[in-house]
């Protein structure tokens, strides 16, 4: 049960933003574009607050950035990769926030937490200022068996969600306009279109 907790992040900048090949290694041959590299592994070295005043600069277009986490993380775990990455690539805010709504806990015995659920996303959201958060994995599962008759779930709703993203947001600006989190729970091959801002 252990190592459920983790996440996956995500960064898109058109190639057209990828620096010429030639020109970073010295070659004066055809011009090759390449996307550009991830960084080193983030530094927790430094902090920062909310990412209020973080957008892209005039000469780069806009990143675009995702974080997947089905089981859910907490904030204080991906944000050496927020300082260090998106901050550092201009993409924030976060684009999208796949994450679950549901928190589910067994016994510490069992492996504990299951799902970190609204508590951890809304932090991340809050602190990301996510665009866009999707629920993710919090579909009904078929439970047989001793091991989970301990199992507590507690399930929200999208108008939960959606509740306490905005109460959180409240006064948070970006720009001139007021930061807002499109909450959603997407069915089964439903799609959903975020275009860069």
Do not use: C
Not at 11 to 39: C, F, H, N
Not at 90 to 117: E, M, Y
Not at 150 to 177: D, F, H, I, L, W
């Amino acid at each position: 049960m252990t190592g459920l907790h983790n996440a996956i992040g995500i960064t898109y900048r058109a190639p057209s933003a990828a620096k010429p090949l030639a020109s970073t290694i010295g070659l004066q041959t055809q011009d090759y574009y390449l996307p550009p590299t991830p960084p080193e592994s983030p530094d927790s070295g430094t902090s920062t607050s909310k990412a209020t005043a973080l957008t892209p600069n005039a000469e780069r277009p806009r990143t675009l950035s995702l974080i997947y986490s089905p089981h859910g993380i907490t904030y204080p775990h991906i944000k050496p990769y927020a300082i260090s990455h998106l901050v550092h690539e201009a993409a924030l805010p976060l684009t999208a926030l796949l994450h679950s709504f549901d928190r589910v806990q067994n016994p510490w015995w069992l492996g504990g937490n299951i799902s970190a659920g609204l508590p951890g996303g809304l932090e991340i959201a809050q602190n990301l200022l996510a665009r866009a958060w999707i629920s993710a994995h919090d579909g009904d599962k078929e439970t047989s068996g001793l091991s989970v008759s301990s199992v507590k779930t507690r399930k929200y709703s999208v108008e939960e969600v959606r509740t306490m993203v905005q109460r959180g947001n409240s006064g948070v600006e970006k720009g001139n306009a007021n930061v807002s989190t499109d909450v959603r729970v997407l069915d089964v091959g439903q799609e959903m279109v975020l275009r860069a801002t």
